[in-house]
């Protein structure tokens, strides 16, 4: 069974810096999907940022940027240039899709309390 | 173009009792899927339904039931509720299984049992 942990239940940060989520995750598939969704306080769930394991270049969006370390089952978030808005619950979900055996399920880490202090 | 909706956004029942939460995917999604996010839990999968039949389940009893109708709105059913059942139940979409494509989740329906 497909396992997601992220190690940081809290973090905080000053606006304008950067900062980086981790996570981990277990599979023994080797094509899948990692994402990241955020979950602000008004909790409406929003995919920020999403990989295909079967590419090597890491996914960039705006200000957000993945480190995809497949080898060592990685899937870091990159802040950069933090803006108040960021502030709220991040989770990094994996997928395996019918196409690779899977059960289209997203497997959800327990999140990351993110804070974006003025 | 309208989100993933869900009604009603808060729910309180009390135990034994039966709750009927509903979903309205994005025009066009066939696609929906349940989850459960209780406090300490994180989230949780519950059901997927496609084309109006159930596709997958995760590891809930079956007092969790639910239902995808012609038109792919969903509905959720949970049958005699118990006090472990307070969580944010939230609802997603998606436009074609098995290709790569998003979830779009809606708002999420508070249920409280008491």
């Known amino acids: 069974a497909q396992t997601v942990t992220q190690s940081q239940p809290e973090m905080s940060v000053q606006e304008a810096e950067t900062v980086t989520l981790s996570c981990t995750y277990d599979?023994?598939?080797?094509?899948?999907?990692l994402f990241w969704y955020k979950q602000p306080p008004s909790r409406q769930m929003i995919l920020v940022i999403r990989?295909?394991?079967?590419?090597?270049q890491n996914a960039t969006e705006n200000r957000f940027s993945v480190n995809f370390q497949k080898a060592a089952k990685s899937f870091s978030l990159k802040i950069s240039d933090s803006q108040l808005g960021d502030t709220a619950m991040y989770f990094c979900?994996?997928?395996?899709?019918?196409?690779?055996?899977?059960?289209?399920?997203?497997?959800f880490g327990k999140g990351t309390k993110l804070t974006v202090n003025p | 173009e309208a989100g993933v909706t869900q009604s009603p956004t808060h729910l309180i029942k009390t135990r034994g009792q039966q709750a009927t939460l509903r979903c309205s995917p994005i025009?066009?999604?066939?696609?929906v899927y349940w989850y459960q996010q209780a406090l300490g839990l994180g989230l949780q999968f519950l059901l997927w339904?496609?084309?109006?039949?159930?596709?997958n389940r995760g590891n809930f009893p079956p007092r969790f039931s639910g239902r995808q109708f012609p038109n792919y709105s969903s509905e959720l059913n949970v049958n005699a509720l118990e006090l472990e059942d307070s969580a944010l139940y939230l609802c997603?979409?998606?436009?074609?299984?098995?290709?790569?494509?998003?979830?779009?989740f809606g708002p999420g329906t508070r249920l409280t049992v008491l």
């Open positions: 997603a979409s998606r436009f074609h299984p098995g290709s790569y494509n998003e979830q779009f």
């Open positions: 599979t023994s598939e080797n094509n899948y999907y």
């Open positions: 339904y496609d084309e109006g039949e159930e596709r």
């Open positions: 979900a994996f997928i395996l899709p019918l196409t690779q055996g899977g059960s289209e399920k997203l497997v």
């Open positions: 025009s066009g999604h066939t696609s």
């Open positions: 990989q295909e394991a079967y590419k090597q």
